[in-house]
């Protein structure tokens, strides 16, 4: 951590915070000032990152939000300006996956993925943004996936919305950097979170330790990533560290696209 805290006095939103990346991320920033508030369906998870924010001297505020209602998240990004007075920096991080070719795939889930990861990014940047323009700027920081770029079997939908994230961050850049307002995206690799060890249940249940350790070794560096790894470079692009970087999808991903593009 700097000398001076980065998000002090600064408020944040992150989007699925209540595990995996979200829930590092959330407290990273919370360690470094920021009043963070966590945006999940989950109100058990969500309440023990807020509890952990807390208890190590933190600001954080639990808003149930369904990101894929518009209402919803207008009533979180309300929630956060009544409690902690405006919104400065916005992570986008929820997000889900069904598996299936799109032939297996209903249209429920489809739709299901899309809204979620795409439609909810697409809201939560909706209301978040003009309550940043009123502080005089601010910063958003949206979770893409090396599966934008290479994709694997089975991940139709989810890639899909992946690669929608990159370019709905490049067109809101474009639209927002004379208001001070920047966003850029993040292409993780593997990780180990909750959703990779559930990918691990479903495709190799009899060994999904081993599965993770597979999939770890198809990344040049020889192992999946961590939260916190990810967490570092979220934070260095919502921070004034950044300041010249805006449009950008930034890979976090162990090499693994430099080995498959």
Known sequence: MADQPRFENKVVIVTGSGKGIGRTCALAFAREGARVVIADVDERASRQTVNDIVVSGGQALFVRTNIESPANVADMVKEAIRVFGGVDVLHNNAGVIRYGTVVELTVEDWD????????????????????????????????????????????????????GIVSLTQSIALDHARENIRCNCIAPGSIATPMLEDAANIFVPHDPGQAINEWGNQHPLGRVGTPQEVANLVLFLASDDSSFCTGGCYRVDGGLLANLL
């Open 112 to 163: 299901f993925i899309l809204n979620i990861n795409l439609r909810g990014t697409f809201l939560t940047c909706k209301y978040a943004i003009p309550e940043m323009r009123k502080r005089g700027g601010g910063t958003i920081v949206n979770t893409a996936s090396a599966q934008a770029f290479a994709s694997q079997k089975n991940v139709g939908a989810y890639s899909a919305s992946k690669g």
